[in-house]
């Protein structure tokens, strides 16, 4: 699983891709991530699953540590 975060001064995104083999903490990660802050997210792939999170900078902060501390358990 793979973790991209960009800061675009005004608005953040946060892209999240893994394979076909991390489907479940994927959508977990993602889940948290959403959970967490009010964001939007858009999904993409079958085999390789790409979701993209975006909002203001503070609330995708929030969604990357949501999603990344996810991740690790």
């Given at each position: ?9 005004a608005v953040a ?5 893994s394979?076909?083999l ?9 889940d948290a991530?959403?959970l ?10 079958v085999?390789?699953r790409?979701t993209?999170?975006s909002g203001?900078v ?9 999603a ?6």
């Amino acid at each position: 699983m793979k973790f991209d975060f960009v800061d675009k001064a005004a608005v953040a995104t946060l892209t999240i891709t893994s394979n076909l083999l991390e489907f479940r903490r994927h959508n977990r990660a993602v889940d948290a991530a959403l959970l967490s802050a009010d964001v939007v997210a858009r999904t993409s792939g079958v085999f390789i699953r790409k979701t993209v999170i975006s909002g203001p900078v503070t609330r995708g902060l929030r969604a990357y540590r949501a999603a990344t501390r996810e991740a690790g358990q």
